[in-house]
T-cell receptor, first 113, second 115 residues
Framework: EPEVTQTPSHQVTQMGQEVILRCVPI?????FYWYRQILGQKVEFLVS????????KSEIFDDQFSVERPDGSNFTLKIRSTKLEDSAMYFC???????????FGQGTRLTVV | SQQGEEDPQALSIQEGENATMNCSYK?????LQWYRQNSGRGLVHLIL?????REKHSGRLRVTLDTSKKSSSLLITASRAADTASYFC???????????????FGTGTKLQVIP
């Protein structure tokens, strides 16, 4: 079964550093998303991406965050100048056209120290 | 108030018993999904129920959906210790032409199954 792949599974970074979380969506999918889950809390929407541009973003997704689809397969989330409160699990998701189900990756656990 | 709220927040049962978790939401949806998450791990997709469906089964899982009450329930029958996890509902609304989906997760129910 096709799956969304995220790397790394766990990343530890120093406060103030930049991190890039990587996702490989399912190959024929066109809509891409990032979600965040702070430990013990619910999963929150960050941003959606289609046709090489952001289609919607939440209040959480401020100037510290950016997304990119640098090539035909990867979808990345960059967090600049990380803060302790950025520590969370980050999930990538993708879906194709015509109301098909969105698939979620297994997440990247980001720990900012 | 939130789109997806689940109750109970926590549930502790004995192995072999049934576990029922409820999810309420506020806006229209196209489908509703349930996920399981073991502590600190990723989301495992359990079951999807479409807005025109009322009940769906998958193994020991039974999901119901009542769009008039804007609620769903997940029943796990004959629970096992391995079912211990957090369970989240997620409502899905198709936007525009139906490609972009707005997925909103609930607050989750933490289930503990005692051996």
């Amino acid at each position: 079964e096709p799956e969304v792949t995220q790397t790394p599974s766990h990343q530890v970074t120093q406060m103030g550093q930049e991190v890039i979380l990587r996702c490989v969506p399912i190959s024929n999918h066109l809509y891409f998303y990032w979600y965040r889950q702070i430990l013990g809390q619910k999963v929150e929407f960050l941003v959606s991406f289609y046709n090489n541009e952001i289609s919607e973003k939440s209040e959480i997704f401020d100037d510290q965050f950016s997304v990119e689809r640098p090539d035909g397969s990867n979808f990345t989330l960059k967090i600049r100048s990380t803060k302790l409160e950025d520590s969370a699990m980050y999930f990538c998701a993708s879906n194709g056209h015509l109301r098909t189900e969105a698939f979620f990756g297994q997440g990247t656990r980001l720990t900012v120290v | 108030s939130q789109q997806g709220e689940e109750d109970p927040q926590a549930l502790s049962i004995q192995e072999g018993e049934n576990a029922t978790m409820n999810c309420s939401y506020k806006t229209s949806i196209n489908n509703l999904q349930w996920y399981r998450q073991n502590s600190g791990r990723g989301l495992v997709h359990l079951i999807l129920i479409r807005s025109n469906e009322r009940e769906k089964h998958s193994g020991r899982l039974r999901v119901t959906l009542d769009t008039s009450k804007k609620s769903s329930s997940l029943l796990i029958t004959a629970s096992r210790a391995a079912d211990t996890a957090s369970y989240f509902c997620a409502t899905v609304l198709f936007m525009n032409s139906g490609g972009y989906q707005k997925v909103t997760f609930g607050t989750g129910t933490k289930l503990q199954v005692i051996p």
